[in-house]
């Protein structure tokens, strides 16, 4: 169904002229679900747009090689000649939109390829019964979610009836569930239907048991296709069950919560009851695993996650909080308080109330309803902080004290460059040269200073906004979807940041559906459900029981509340 032939591409302003992609050679059968992983940057997006001609027709560049498919070479035949074979899922959903409500857009791909009205309205339905998209029929697309783009996107393509389904990250904003149903909607038309679908995903935790085969792609070169479990074995993109199984040198490699579970009943038995803290972090006074969770609140009291208790150390307030977004309360009468040092991760399924609670911190959105108050510097030199209006603070003020990364990174950027991003990010914060940069440098690894920032990948494009927001160190951090098309180990290296963030006394809001990063770097969690609070407390007991939002190793160990496998190493070396 898809054939590469000793494929090569240089885009015309590569760095050195660097091939994004080097020798590629590999057939993918008509009916199979292939996986394709890889290191942020590594040629991922590259490969999946030569499937369906993108590359080179619409990016431009040198492609030589072969790319067959169902038998149409894409040198002769642009990607419009492939739409009735081809359909392709982008990273950004509102790049691909061209209407202006769901069930248009739904309809929209069938109706340039001819189908009959008949059975456009019988696909259409089915679409968004299969995706859960029922209730948003007629809602306008710029006023979703970003979870809820993304499934519509998918549902956009998929009711075009493709015979071949290429998808470039298509659960990085869904919520666990969410995710979950899409894949094994996808599940079903590969084994139900015979669909060949290929796709790249860095939340491998989710996907990596629904696949046949693997592509693993470093560097512009790609792997033989292999089975999953043997890739697993060698790529430096993997997630916590392949990286517990490493740790305690299992064989083989366990793929799934089911297969894991298996090997861990020993495990299970000699770990103690509850986590040690790490050997780098002092004893929580709470269940919590960070430290963090023990600092003395007023009175001397300890803060164990909860609702801040109000005082000196309150970063960001927001009490009886409602937003209303077009037609919509995105949020209702929303109390939360967080503190200095602390990392606060918001989670629920898509359209919760997430971002825009966010957005009214950060001042974007006036409530409807309630107040919203952030930590500023006063006025004068000498006097004491005060609590700030957001919405009612000059930017030039507040952008000291509060920092946001949306969703999309590029609302952030605006040079010509990276290094332009840097320098510019640097001048404005008043920051010594090279400080951005050298963030950058330690999040993304080696993003070329010379390339626009349109040309990154999606997680380069996010290292470089993290970047710019980060280096100024703001009191308030404000991150919404910030592992969004990082691997592994970009994901830890920004962990890594938050941390040293918050030891030094900011605090770290972040909204996420990344249930690894929660149980990494939160100390505290928030669950919104309908735009209200229906679960706040610390990560451990909040992650740890729940169906939805347990990480891999909860999962694995369940009933002892560890969450990761840092947890499940500091436990063994304790119980020696």
Known sequence: MIRFDDVSFVHDDAVGGRPALSSVTFTIDEGELVLVVGPTGSGKSTLLRCINGLVPHFSGGTLSGTVLVDGRDTRTHRPRDLADVVGFVVQDPLASFVTDTVEDELAYGMETLGVEPGAMRRRVEETLDLLGLADLRDRTLTELS??????VAIGAVLAAGPRVLVLDEPTSALDPVAAEDVLAALHRLVHDVGITVVLAEHRLERVIHHADRVLVVEQGRVAPLTDPADAMTR??????????????????????????????RGLRSSLPPVPVPHPAQPPAA????????????????AYRGGPALPGADVVAAVHGLAVRRGVSHALRGVDLEARRGSVVAVMGRNGAGKSTLLASLVGQLRPSAG????????????????????????????????GLVPQDPGLLLYCDTVIGECESADADFGMPSGTTRALLRRIGGDVADAIHPRDLSEGERLCLALSVVLASRPTLVLLDEPTRGLDYPAKTRLVGVLRELADSGHTVVLATHDVELAADVADRVVVLAEGQVVADGPVREVLAGSPAFAPQVAKILHPLPYLTVEDVVAGLGAAS
């Open 146 to 151: 970003g979870g809820q783009q993304q499934r």
């Open 286 to 301: 709470g269940p919590g695993r960070s430290g963090r969770l023990g600092r003395p609140g007023p009175g001397g009291a």
């Open 235 to 264: 790529s430096l993109v993997h997630p916590p069950v392949i990286e517990l199984g490493r740790a305690l040198g299992w064989s083989p490699l366990p793929l799934s919560i089911r297969d894991a579970r298996r090997w861990a």
């Open 371 to 402: 107040s919203v108050r952030v930590l500023g510097a006063a006025a004068a030199a000498t006097g004491p902080d005060v609590m700030l209006d957001p919405a009612a603070t000059a930017p030039a003020r507040l952008v000291a004290c509060v």
